[in-house]
């Protein structure tokens, strides 16, 4: 488990880094997403499929958009691709909410299935904390577009960049426990 947790902290950071030289990008998004992927199909190990299917299409079409990045590098006016992913940023991002939400929400029902109540607590108000952050941030993302209001745009932003590094502790802590272990310990091996 705490393997499939470490490539999911890598590669949604890996999503969530930008690392360019000049136009050219070095990592983009859809090798974050591709390890996300990979980190999922780890995690089926420990965590039944069904409680990760959503998540897993969720992924796959968050990596689809990703390649939208790509019509940068040809160098042609893409004014009306660029309007349209936009106005899609604000799906992906409630797609990305939707995505981490069900997979905090099967980890904590792991937590349940493992007697480990005060554990699985603790994953359900993680996971309030992030769907506050990430939902407040999409709603004034969404009226910051509409109006064309840079200030709740600013907050919008900043409310995005805390969620995700929010998440990011989450998995962090994550890829350090070993759920394998606990459930040995619950004896419900």
Known sequence: MTRGFKKLFWGFLIVNVSLTAGLIPILPSFVGWLIVLDALADLEEQI???DLQFVVRSVIVLLVFSFGELFQLFGRDWTLVSHLFQFL???VLLLELSAFHKLLEAV?????????????????????????????????????MTF?????????????????VYLLTILYALSKEDLELNLAESGTV
């Open 48 to 50: 039944p499929r069904q």
């Open 148 to 164: 064309n209001y840079l200030p709740v745009f600013v907050i919008g932003v900043g409310l995005s960049l805390a969620a995700r």
């Open 108 to 144: 904590a029902r792991q937590y349940d299935r493992m007697n480990r109540g005060a554990k699985r607590d603790e994953m359900v108000t993680k996971d309030k904390w992030y769907l506050l952050l990430m939902g407040t941030s999409a709603a004034t993302l969404t009226v910051s």
């Open 89 to 91: 940023s604000i799906f």
